[in-house]
């Protein structure tokens, strides 16, 4: 059996009403998901569940939903619970939006759902969004936080997201 397969990648447009549909549906996972993680110990932290759909929403619906959903969830998510932090917010808008852009990309690129795809994917916005946090904090242990505790979450970013996207294609 073949680890990657052919998907079919949506790329709708600003004027379409599904798109906004989509960005609705994909952000309000994102606003879920983290409250729900965020019920155990480090959960946040560990599961990163604030980039799930914005890696599938990106990888599958494109550029323009992807890119939304980026923005919008983590803003919300500040905005309404305090999770993330004003301060950490940058550095994650940063991850979040190079997520959506390399999602897209890759997806567009190949056509196609693989482990490795979705690797490269996670492992670019990770070590962008380390990079950008350490020369904003100047600090390369907060920066590297994802990948002392977040490996967890990366791991079911991919895995997840690769049998969510080949259930669907």
Sequence with gaps: MSMEKEIRIYDYKLNELKTYLFVILFVAGNVVLPQLCHLIPNGGKILLPIYFFTLFASYKYGLKVGLMTAVL???????????PALALLPAIMIKSIVLAFTASFVANKTNRVSIINLLIVVLTYQCVGTLSEWAMTSSFYVAIQDFRLGVP???????LSYLLLRKMS
């Design 73 to 83: 969830s983590p803003l919300i998510n500040s905005l309404a619970f305090g999770m």
């Design 153 to 159: 979450g990366m791991t079911l970013q991919i895995l």
